[in-house]
């Protein structure tokens, strides 16, 4: 197999013990999708299905030996961007991907998580919007993510594409607003590239919520990337592996279900 068809991704991310969300997540999807998944670790969390209650950030210069020893030595065909916890981490994670102008880059930005817990502490939003937003590929935020970064409301179909524009018109290559916090029994993504936007819809699965979705969403577009796909058609079979995901989840914790890969 060669390196460039099986799809080489680097995941930037922390730590989630129940392997739900988090690095774990993304190690899973990548390699389910038929990648070659490699990891920095920026944080431990110590967390379940149903609430975040510790996070320790890894100093930031680990974090950037991390991805240069990766990038140096097997290389990457795309990088995913999850957790970075500081405003130091988001610092180094600038200052490296500028060393590696050419990689697609998605970004989850990672804010805070669904059970509390605050995963970007509030200096690294400013950094995240100068440094890292005009290298990415495409940025990856549900609706408080996008409100928070934007400073817009973000309460419906028409103000989430408002605030995908303004992210886009900011310096992300594409944006894509997921739009699973809105009620409704439909529901809809609003992706913004510089040409187009586009709505993908489908039906609200039942249930107490789905652990990682957004984790898992943002890996998989990745790992489409890495083969070479389209930012669109990366996001639209992203969108089919979380759905397939969220089907077939798990409940294993007493919080929120769990995504699951069905092998047999």
Known sequence: MSIRKLGRVLIVAGSDPVAGAGLQADLKTVTALGGYGMTAVTAITVQDTQNV???VALDPDLVGQQIRVCLQDIGADCIKLGMLATQEIVAVVAK???EFPHIPVVADPVLAGTGGGVLL??????LFMTAL?????????NLPESAALTGLTVVSLPEMEQAARRLQALGSGAVLVTGGHLEGAVVTDVLVTERDVDYFQASR????????????LASAIATHLAFGRSVRDAVMAARLHVRETMTNSLDLGKGQRLLWVQTN
Do not use: N, S, W
């Open 53 to 55: 209650f510790k996070v």
């Open 96 to 98: 490296v991907l500028a």
């Open 121 to 126: 502490e509030k200096g690294g939003y400013d």
């Open 133 to 141: 937003l005009p290298r990415l590929t495409l940025l990856t935020p």
């Open 205 to 216: 699965l039942p249930g107490p919520g789905f652990h990682g979705t957004g984790c898992v």
